[in-house]
């Protein structure tokens, strides 16, 4: 199971939280940490709708990013819309078996883990580099250095 590639986007309905996610598939994944759903994005658009295949994705993003989408929970199924899109078709989502939801999971919080890690390094060295060159003495040792004559090695 690949890991997912996020961005990822809490949505939140009547009934609770869910985090709704990308995989490196182009699939479309919302769970409530028990279950698991999943949609294509790039499908054929509904007949009745004008938002091209490739601007769905975008759109639904977009939408994640500003709060903008709603989901709607059915029996096995969800749906997620872009209310201020009327363009765009629903985003149909199957819930997926057992077996598969706790696979999807496990790539998940693995997944996330590792982007943790990678964030710590990063802020790690974000927070040395600030830090080394914002320490008062260093800056006073390498200001000094700027105006001090150079030094001469004269061989003997």
């Known amino acids: 199971m690949a890991e997912p590639a996020g961005p990822f986007h809490v949505l939140?309905?009547?009934?609770?939280?869910?985090?709704?996610?990308?995989?490196?598939?182009?699939?479309?994944?919302?769970?409530?940490?028990?279950?698991?759903?999943?949609?294509?994005?790039?499908?054929?658009?509904?007949?009745?709708?004008r938002c091209p295949p490739e601007e769905h994705g975008v759109m639904l993003r977009a939408a994640l990013d500003h709060g903008a989408a709603a989901l709607s929970l059915g029996p096995g199924s969800a749906t997620l819309r872009l209310p201020e899109e009327p363009r765009c078709p629903a985003l149909a989502l199957a819930q997926l078996p057992a077996a598969e939801a706790r696979s999807q999971l496990q790539a998940l919080l693995f997944g996330m883990a590792?982007?943790?890690?990678?964030?710590?390094?990063?802020?790690?060295?974000?927070?040395?580099?600030?830090?080394?060159?914002?320490?008062?003495?260093?800056?006073?040792?390498?200001?000094?250095?700027?105006?001090?004559?150079?030094r001469r090695h004269h061989l003997e």
């Not at 309905?13 to 709704?20: P, Q």
């Not at 699939?27 to 409530?32: L, N, R």
């Not at 982007?115 to 710590?120: H, K, R, Y």
């Not at 802020?123 to 006073?140: D, F, H, Y």
């Open 114 to 150: 590792g982007c943790i890690e990678s964030l710590q390094r990063r802020l790690e060295v974000a927070v040395e580099t600030l830090a080394s060159s914002c320490s008062p003495e260093k800056n006073a040792a390498r200001s000094q250095q700027l105006f001090l004559p150079a």
């Open 12 to 49: 939140r309905t009547g009934t609770g939280r869910f985090l709704c996610y990308c995989g490196p598939d182009g699939a479309v994944y919302v769970t409530d940490a028990m279950e698991v759903w999943a949609g294509e994005l790039g499908g054929c658009p509904a007949l009745g709708f």
